[in-house]
């Protein structure tokens, strides 16, 4: 079911523990429940890591695509169960365990948008799989599998 897409920047920072500079998402732009989710980053040249990659001509790091691409994964699986829930239902929260075959086919770079998705392709008792892709409007940036995993004793 598609939810209208109100979710607000405390919900975010309610549902993931990353703070700045690792906070990846800025927004929500649609939510399809259990499904799907689109998320943005606006990418800023004052960001740390571009003083060191690289200094003549910076490009987001792809391990740092990636977390964008698992903390999109995490709002799908919390803001799905919140809403399913109708509202916070405890304090159960998933950390990003594994990538499988992740591509880097184009850099993303400061002043760009970075547009992350995730499809939720299956669970395993506590552990959920998600297909990704990261795009800068139609230039495809990464794409891959991630897999989180419950917190122990959350279950």
């Given at each position: 079911?598609n939810?209208?897409?109100?979710?607000?920047?405390?919900?975010?920072?309610?549902?993931?523990?990353?703070?700045?500079?690792?906070l990846?998402?800025?927004r929500?732009?649609?939510?399809?429940?259990?499904?799907?989710?689109?998320?943005?980053?606006?990418?800023?040249?004052?960001?740390?890591?571009?003083?060191?990659?690289?200094?003549?001509?910076?490009?987001?790091?792809?391990?740092?695509?990636?977390?964008?691409?698992?903390?999109?994964s995490?709002?799908?699986?919390?803001?799905?169960?919140?809403?399913?829930?109708?509202?916070?239902?405890?304090?159960?929260?998933?950390?990003?365990?594994?990538?499988?075959?992740?591509?880097?086919?184009?850099p993303?770079?400061?002043?760009?948008?970075?547009?992350?998705?995730?499809?939720?392709?299956?669970?395993?008792?506590?552990?959920?799989?998600?297909?990704?892709?990261?795009?800068?409007?139609?230039?495809?940036?990464?794409?891959?599998?991630?897999?989180?995993?419950?917190?122990?004793?959350?279950?």
């Amino acid at each position: 079911m598609n939810q209208p897409c109100d979710v607000t920047r405390e919900e975010i920072l309610d549902l993931l523990p990353h703070r700045a500079p690792f906070l990846f998402v800025d927004r929500v732009t649609r939510l399809d429940i259990d499904r799907h989710i689109t998320a943005e980053r606006d990418i800023r040249a004052d960001e740390p890591w571009f003083a060191g990659h690289f200094p003549d001509r910076p490009i987001l790091p792809g391990v740092l695509v990636t977390d964008a691409l698992a903390q999109t994964s995490g709002l799908l699986w919390g803001l799905s169960r919140r809403r399913r829930a109708g509202g916070d239902d405890g304090v159960r929260r998933v950390f990003f365990l594994a990538a499988a075959n992740m591509k880097y086919m184009s850099p993303a770079v400061p002043g760009e948008t970075l547009t992350m998705t995730a499809i939720a392709e299956r669970s395993y008792g506590t552990l959920f799989s998600y297909t990704v892709e990261a795009s800068v409007g139609r230039r495809a940036v990464a794409k891959g599998t991630l897999t989180l995993a419950l917190t122990e004793g959350t279950a």
